[in-house]
C-alpha cells in the first residue's frame, strides 16, 4: 500500500540482489558454493566434504559465538569437522555458548 513502511524481514531472511533467502536457503547456497571449488575430477566425497565446509563456514562467519555442536547440527555435520573448520579459521568463540 502507498504510504506504509514495508515490513521487516523474518529473523534469518536475507534479501540479496532483490532475491530473498531464508537461512537454510543460505546454508544451502553456501554448500554448493563450496562444493564448486574442487576440481572436476573430484570424487562425489570430495565435493560433499567440500560442501559441508561451505556450510561450516557460513555459519561461522554469519555467528562465530555459536557452538560447535549447534553448528554441527544445523549443518548436518559432525562436531570434529565443525572444529577442524574453526581450527583452520582460527574463529575462536568470543562468548560462552
Known amino acids: 500500500m502507498s504510504g506504509t513502511d514495508a515490513p521487516d524481514l523474518p529473523v534469518g531472511w536475507s ?3 532483490g532475491v530473498l533467502y531464508c537461512l537454510g536457503c543460505r546454508r544451502e547456497v553456501a554448500g554448493e558454493e563450496g562444493a564448486a571449488t574442487v576440481s572436476d575430477g573430484a570424487t562425489l566425497d570430495d565435493q560433499r566434504k567440500a560442501s559441508s565446509i561451505g556450510r561450516i563456514e557460513f555459519e561461522m562467519r554469519r555467528d562465530p ?3 560447535d555442536t549447534r ?3 544445523s549443518c548436518r555435520t559432525s562436531v570434529a569437522a565443525v ?3 574453526r581450527e583452520r579459521l582460527g ?3 568470543t562468548r560462552p555458548s
Do not use: E, F
Request: proline share 7%; glycine share 6%; net charge neutral.
Open 83 to 85: 572444529r577442524r573448520v
Open 15 to 17: 534479501d540479496q540482489d
Open 71 to 73: 553448528i554441527a547440527r
Open 91 to 93: 574463529a575462536y568463540p
Open 65 to 67: 559465538d555459536q557452538g
